[in-house]
Every structure is written in structure tokens, then in C-alpha cells.
């Protein structure tokens, strides 16, 4: 067994980096989507029953616990399944937790009324279908008040960072930012609500000033499933081997993924 990675492209990679890098002697299992990539334009439903399958997908490659390495998926399908119900034994876990928690400077389990907080305006930069899902703003206000929250849906920039195409990538990024600032002239934290935004990360910073704080979920993450799986340790079974699984062409996959990690990474047929 091992911990189980899903997204429904490459972005989870950057997660999944982190997460080797911080938990060397935890094998994973990563779960691409690739077939019905991306999520981000797709209803919430559809993304929700996408979500299910590969979970289960993992559940029955022996990963108990699956994290959710995909801000679209967590958005519109994590509440969904655990309100659903989960098989005993089993956890899936998000990507919005560690985000949270470092803005708010407070632990999830801090069940304590909302307060005020330092950061007072955020800029939020995600996909279409997390920005219509309102799940950061939902989950911020259970924890802070008074916090503005001005989100951005950053169009293209997922579809063109999966063709390698990181000139039009950072086009889209500077063109995005611009929009988002004609709205928020002035945030003091900017959170990029996806996966595949890290590869972006210098881009957004330059675009934003350095006077914004830039949050981005890989060492987030990394840091908080380190965390659990401490409270946790039953969660990561066996194995010692990680693997990396597609729904698409294993071949045209592994090679997007080499590139986009900027080393070897071979996927199989899921």
C-alpha cells in the first residue's frame, strides 16, 4: 500500500515533488486524469463523479489515504464525498486545509468562533470551476472575518501549461494578474488556488510586486501530510515503490511530465 495522489492532469506533480522531498521513505501512487483533463471548465457535478472514480481507482490500488492535489476537485467534490460517506478505513484529504491555515495562522481542529486576521485582501487565482465553486471563501469564513476576497479565473493558463507552452502560459498569467488588480488595485496576499500555478509562481510574483505574499500549496501540503501522517502513521501501509498511473496515452503523458518536472517520469495505463 501507499498514499495515493490524484489530479486530472499534471499539476499534482508539483505537489507530489514536495511531497517526496519532505517524506523520502513514503511510497505514493499518482493518479492522472489525463483523459478528461481539465477539470477546471467542467460542472460541478461532472468533476464530482470524475473525483469518485479515481479515488476509488486508488482505494482498490491498496492507497487507504488519497489526497486530492487538485484545487478543482477539492472545491467541488471533497465535502460532497465525505458527506456521502467514505469506507471505513479510508481518508481523502484536500489541498485548501494547509492554505487556510497559513493565512489564518490557525490549526484546522481550531474550532474557536472566526477573528480577525492580518491579511485583509486577497487575491485568489484558480480555475473557472473552483472560482464558481466559492469553496475558499466558504471555508475562510468559518476561520476569519473581515477578509476581502477578490477571485480571479485564470482561462488557459492549465491548457497551455499541459502542451508545454509556457510562453503563452506566462501571457495568460501577466494578462490575468492585470484583470485581477483592475479589481484589487492593492492585495497584500495573492493565493494561487492550483496545482499547476507553482510552475507559474515566479511570473505571478513578478506580475503582483513584491510587496504581496504569494501562497503556493506544495511545501503547504507537503508540510501538513507530514503532520498527519504522524497523528496518522497507520495511513501510508506498505510499499516502498512509487508509481505514476494515466487514464490517458501513458507515452504522450510521460513525456509532458518530463518535461513539465524537468526529469524522467514514466507514466502506465491506468
Known amino acids: 500500500m501507499a498514499v495515493g495522489i490524484f489530479d486530472s492532469g499534471l499539476g499534482g506533480l508539483t505537489v507530489l515533488d514536495a511531497l517526496q522531498a519532505r517524506l523520502p521513505d513514503v511510497a505514493f501512487v499518482y493518479l492522472g486524469d489525463n483523459a478528461h483533463a481539465p477539470y ?17 481507482r486508488l482505494w482498490n490500488e491498496g492507497c487507504d489515504l488519497v489526497v486530492l492535489a487538485c484545487n478543482t476537485a477539492s472545491a467541488a467534490a471533497l465535502r460532497r464525498m465525505q458527506e456521502a460517506g467514505v469506507p471505513q478505513g479510508k481518508r481523502v484529504l ?16 481550531d474550532n474557536s468562533p472566526p477573528r480577525e486576521v492580518a491579511v485583509r485582501h486577497v487575491a485568489l487565482f484558480a480555475t473557472p470551476a473552483t472560482v464558481r465553486s466559492r469553496a475558499f471563501q466558504r471555508e475562510l469564513a468559518f476561520r476569519a472575518i473581515g477578509v476581502d476576497v477578490e477571485a480571479q479565473a485564470c482561462g488557459g493558463v492549465v491548457d497551455a501549461i499541459e502542451e508545454g507552452d509556457l510562453i503563452l502560459a506566462e501571457a495568460l498569467v501577466r494578462s490575468h494578474v492585470d484583470a485581477l488588480k483592475r479589481k484589487m488595485p492593492q492585495p497584500q496576499a495573492a493565493i494561487l488556488g492550483c496545482t499547476h500555478y507553482p510552475l507559474m509562481e515566479q511570473v505571478f510574483q ?23 501522517l504522524t497523528r496518522h502513521p497507520g495511513m501510508t501501509g506498505e510499499g ?16 509532458r511530465a518530463t518535461q513539465f518536472m524537468r526529469r524522467p517520469i514514466t507514466f502506465q495505463a491506468a
Not at 504581496?212 to 501540503?221: G, I, N
Not at 494515466?246 to 510521460?254: A, M, Y
Open 206 to 228: 513578478e506580475a503582483l510586486g513584491e510587496g504581496v505574499s504569494v501562497y503556493s500549496q506544495a511545501s503547504l501540503v507537503a508540510e501538513s501530510l507530514a503532520d498527519y
Open 40 to 56: 477546471g471548465v467542467r460542472d460541478a457535478d461532472d468533476v464530482h463523479a470524475l473525483t469518485r472514480a479515481s479515488v476509488e
Open 240 to 255: 516502498s515503490k512509487s508509481r505514476y498511473l494515466t487514464t490517458g496515452d501513458p507515452r504522450r503523458v510521460s513525456d
Open 94 to 109: 484536500g489541498v485548501f486545509v494547509p492554505l487556510i491555515e497559513a493565512l489564518t495562522e490557525r490549526q484546522w481542529g
